[in-house]
């Protein structure tokens, strides 16, 4: 006997661009046939007449395998039975850094053979320095001015490669030279570089006389007609690295003993300590006096006041931002230039990072951006922030929803 009420059926599975996937069949199903779902967390067995189930949420960087069996009754032979993942596709090379350029709707980043200009939000490589430049070594230390007219990098212990963001063509490596006692010209090379301000002042650490110290070097300065001049500020004795306002007035450090951060303001040329401020990570805000420090809180201060007897600035605002994250272990609190946001990073035990934008002002919580953090034998996944995209190390982006 055959029951015709009862059509034979195919089943075909496929995933959307949302992520979300479909299962489909060629002929009515009502009542004899169930569906059950595997996933790492466990399965859900229901009637194929639900319609829908929502079992995962899936982040960036994740891929997540599931099981979806589908049994009907008088039907054997027309079961299905499939192994399938859900993920997200990387959009590009592994990375170490990303520079942002938002007035010229670009970004910099840096692998670990090239450095490449990619225009925004279409995500296109217009140029690669290695066009321009042959690379011996990978580079590092990537740095770029916040109007994107001037940017530099190193190739491990070398002198800074200088280039126009805009323009690779344009590019040379910058001497850095001081006067030596012995040798009476002896050169200077950055172990470390963070920061360029528009006026072409590049914020580094560098060894100098055989002691670590923060310094400013201005590129602005012909090197060969007038060496030993671009060394205009040093912090001696010191393995902090400064940070430098974008209009090149104002540099912060952390003290040699790590009890403050001191401020110096340029006058004339002449750069003198203003002020001191609690100990943290520091940054300055664009186009403005503020000065950031991040500790165990987040403190700002305002420059353009003055400091206390002691010689501190005090806070004009304070963020406790442990209180305001949960469900992980903190990981890493930050700065994001191009929007003036500030981020507070969370690991859970599953490897899931989360990053918390919070408005810089108002500290008011603005969005969140999750992605799987895993790591491999070959990697460890850096999760990052920046212009409303968030990134993984491993090639992974996406806009900040």
């Known amino acids: 006997m055959v029951d015709i009420s009862r059509s034979p059926a195919s089943f075909s599975y496929t995933i959307n661009a949302d992520r979300s996937s479909n299962l489909t069949w060629t002929a009515p199903i009502v009542s004899d046939a169930v569906f ?10 229901l009637p194929l007449s639900a319609g829908s189930i929502a079992c995962d949420s899936v982040y960036l960087g994740d891929q997540k395998s599931y099981h979806i069996l ?23 090379y592994p990375f170490s850094q990303v520079q942002m350029l938002p007035q010229q709707s670009r970004m910099l980043m840096m692998t670990s053979s090239d450095i490449y200009r990619i225009s925004l939000p279409d995500f296109i490589r217009e140029d690669s320095i290695s066009r321009h430049l042959y690379i011996p070594k990978p580079p590092s230390e990537l ?6 007219t001037r940017a530099g990098f190193v190739f491990g212990p070398s002198f800074p490669q200088l280039f126009s963001p ?8 910058y001497p850095i030279w001081i006067n030596d006692p012995v040798q009476g010209q002896a050169p200077v090379v950055p172990n470390r570089q963070t920061g360029f ?23 602005t300065v012909d090197p060969n007609t007038y060496p ?23 540099v912060a450090v952390t003290a040699p003993d790590g009890s403050s951060g001191r401020v110096f303001k340029n006058n004339s040329g002449a750069w003198n300590l203003i002020g001191q401020v609690e100990a943290g990570d520091l940054y300055f805000r664009s186009n403005s006096t503020e000065l950031i420090s991040i500790g165990p809180a987040i403190k700002t201060y305002d420059l353009s006041t003055t400091p206390g007897g002691n010689g501190f600035y005090l806070p004009g605002g304070t963020f406790d931002y442990g209180a305001h994250v949960a469900g992980g272990t903190l990981h890493r609190v930050g700065f994001d230039a191009a929007t003036q946001d500030l981020y507070v990073e969370t690991i859970d035990a599953y490897y899931y990072s989360t990053i918390h934008i919070f408005d810089g002002v108002s500290f008011a919580l603005k969005g969140r951006a999750k992605a799987f953090v895993r790591p491999t034998a070959e990697t460890i ?8 995209y968030h990134f993984l190390s491993t090639g992974y982006w996406e806009k900040v929803k």
């Open 143 to 148: 740095a770029a001015s916040a109007d994107g």
């Open 36 to 45: 059950t779902l595997v996933s790492n967390t466990g399965s859900r067995t």
């Open 70 to 92: 589908v049994q009907r009754n008088g039907f054997a032979s027309q079961a299905y039975d499939s192994v399938f993942t859900v993920g997200t596709k990387a959009g590009t």
């Open 381 to 388: 996944p850096l999760h990052s922030y920046s212009n409303h």
């Open 197 to 219: 301000s528009n006026n072409g002042l590049l914020a580094m650490g560098i060894n100098l006389n055989g002691s670590p110290s923060a310094a400013l070097i201005d590129v």
């Open 166 to 173: 805009m323009d690779f063509s344009q590019n040379g490596y």
């Open 228 to 250: 030993h001049h671009n060394l205009v500020w040093k912090d001696s004795a010191n393995t902090a690295l400064p940070a430098l306002s974008d209009n090149g007035m104002y």
